[in-house]
């Protein structure tokens, strides 16, 4: 038999997961634990250094416009500082780390949670966001099966873990992570076997950032205040790109009710003041990853 010769990585990719979905299941979640494991501990550093690094874009922005206004105090930083170096190192000691000491969550239970130089305690948030990672990484192989879909679905949720713990951290959507997420959801629905027609993922991304710019503006004309920024209105249309318009809905009712109950609890134990703001970002994101996953379960109870 001749063998036949297909020079498109796709034919490449595809033999791949072929090979991959023969594997026995047990394998196969195997494997996407520790993917999504190895994907989150390089997520724990996207979201403590893209601030830095966007922050300090600006700052050099602001000088060369205004160099004779009077300069921030430095970030306490090294001044090659981005998501390939320098090399994490403990925040106390700076105590570089070892191979055996980034092991996503082995090694942080191996250190009991603390630097192996100095014994300061390391954030349990580090293990907590590998493991998350992880759990995303299975779920989109349960839900999807082995293929591109699962693949797809899970850098949707990897995205959209680091924006919303960025949002967390900062209240700040980085552009450089919500349009991006457009791009590739409006790129996953093309063709065929995607989460909505390409139809539905334009008129998405069009209603996803038109819904929540109507919201802010409703609000601060009405009241004056602003409830939410420009970052929250991207990343709805990024979430409309991937799931299409019609997701919309079931997910900005589950963001806006998670929000209030987080709300409610945080300044019922005192944790914040009534007035502040929340960051809306994380809900959007846990109102899109369930809806990944569970579909729109919610439509149903309305008829
Ligand atoms: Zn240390």
């Not at 919303?164 to 590739?184: C, E, G, K």
């Not at 709300?263 to 369930?290: D, H, Q």
Request: charged share 15%; with cysteine.
């Amino acid at each position: 038999m001749q063998p036949s010769f297909d020079p498109s990585a796709a034919h490449f990719a595809s033999r791949y997961l072929a090979d991959f979905a023969a594997l026995p299941v047990a394998v196969q979640y195997g494997f996407a634990v520790v993917f999504g494991l190895v994907i989150g501990s390089f997520l724990t550093v996207v979201v403590h250094r893209l601030p830095v690094m966007l922050e300090r874009a600006w700052r050099s922005e602001v000088e060369a416009a205004a160099p004779d206004a009077p300069k921030a105090a430095a970030d306490p930083y090294p001044e090659r500082f981005n998501l390939a170096v320098p090399r994490s190192a403990c925040p106390h000691c700076k105590h570089v780390l070892r191979a055996w000491e980034n092991i996503p969550v082995v090694s942080y239970l191996a250190l009991r949670g603390r630097c192996s130089a100095c014994g300061a305690r390391v954030s349990p948030r580090y293990p907590l966001t590998e493991l998350a990672t992880g759990a995303l990484a299975a779920l989109s192989l349960y839900a999807y099966g082995p293929g591109w879909a699962a693949l797809a679905g899970f850098g949707l949720c990897a995205t959209l873990l680091a924006a919303a713990l960025i949002d967390y951290d900062t209240r700040y959507l980085p552009d450089i992570l919500t349009l991006p997420l457009l791009w590739a959801g409006l790129i996953v629905n093309f063709g065929e076997g995607g989460f909505a027609t390409l139809h539905d993922a334009v008129t998405g991304a069009i209603a996803g950032y038109l819904f929540l710019w109507c919201v802010y503006w409703i609000f601060k004309l009405v009241r004056g205040v602003e409830g939410m920024g420009y970052g929250d209105f991207k990343l709805l249309a990024a979430i409309g790109a991937w799931l299409g318009w019609a997701a919309l809905a079931q997910v900005v009712l589950i963001a806006a009710v998670a929000g209030a109950a987080f709300g409610i609890v945080a300044t019922w134990r005192k944790r914040m003041r009534f007035e502040e703001p929340l960051p809306f970002g994380p809900f959007l994101a846990a109102g899109s990853a369930i809806t990944l996953f569970v579909g729109t379960p919610l439509y149903a109870l309305f008829g």
